[in-house]
């Protein structure tokens, strides 16, 4: 199994420039999540999906889109691309979300975004 | 307003030594407590985690230790290798919420 894999690896982006970050999980998850790690930042959730077809606001989700249309992908998309979005952004995915032992986030490689 | 204070931002420790991370909450409607661990160009993966039914969990050399009365935990790693230099990240989480993490710790084991 690949477990999550996101791409690309890296980017550079211009100021208004738009992309998508593919996410995709083989491990037949319900719950995907998109974070943003930042220096001293630690990791901020953008948006999260509970399922196909379903997605929700995390903790930083102005300027990103969000996407589930399979089970197994899980696309982020920026618009209008700023400097402030330089970061790393991760994808993850868990069986369930919770207090049980399935809670345990998945996590992909990270797409190093830099916006000039 | 963040919820998970972990401190210190970063450490350094000599191989053998023990390291200590910790961490404090205010809701005290978290439980589930998750240590995750970073190595450098890596995603986080789950390390050890914690409920508050329990005072303690070890795993290895990886023990969590949990203070309910005083809304804190920590990570204690005995006998520090330099393969134990990541990044550690502690989090929380209520009934089917999300993760909220702290802002990290980076740890650093010298030979």
């Known amino acids: 199994n690949a477990g999550v894999t996101q791409t690309p690896k890296f980017r550079v982006l211009k100021t208004g420039q738009s992309m998508t970050l593919l996410c995709a999980q083989d491990m037949n998850h319900e719950y995907m999540y998109w974070y943003r790690q930042d220096p001293g930042m630690g990791l901020r959730l953008i948006h999260y999906s509970v399922g196909e077809g379903t997605t929700a606001k995390g903790e930083v989700p102005d300027g990103y889109n969000v996407s589930r249309l399979k089970k197994q992908n899980f696309l982020l998309g920026l618009e209008s691309a700023a400097p402030s979005q330089t970061s790393v952004y991760f994808c993850?995915?868990?069986?369930?979300?919770?207090?049980?032992?399935?809670?345990?986030?998945?996590f992909g490689p990270g797409t190093r975004l830099l916006v000039l | 307003q963040q919820q998970v204070k972990q401190s210190p931002q970063s450490l350094i420790v000599q191989k053998g030594g023990i390291s200590i991370i910790n961490c404090a909450y205010e809701?005290?409607?978290?439980?589930?407590f998750p240590w995750y661990q970073q190595f450098p160009g890596k995603g986080p993966a789950l390390l050890i985690a914690i409920r508050p039914d329990v005072s303690e969990k070890k795993e290895g050399r990886f023990t969590i230790s949990f203070n309910k009365s005083a809304k804190q935990f920590s990570l204690h790693i005995m006998d520090s290798q330099p393969g134990d230099s990541a990044t550690y990240f502690c989090?929380?989480?209520?009934?089917?919420?999300?993760?909220?993490f702290g802002k990290g710790t980076m740890l650093l084991v010298s030979p």
């Open positions: 989090a929380a989480s209520m009934g089917y919420s999300t993760l909220t």
């Open positions: 809701n005290t409607a978290f439980d589930y």
């Open positions: 993850a995915s868990s069986y369930s979300m919770g207090t049980g032992a399935t809670e345990t986030q998945y």
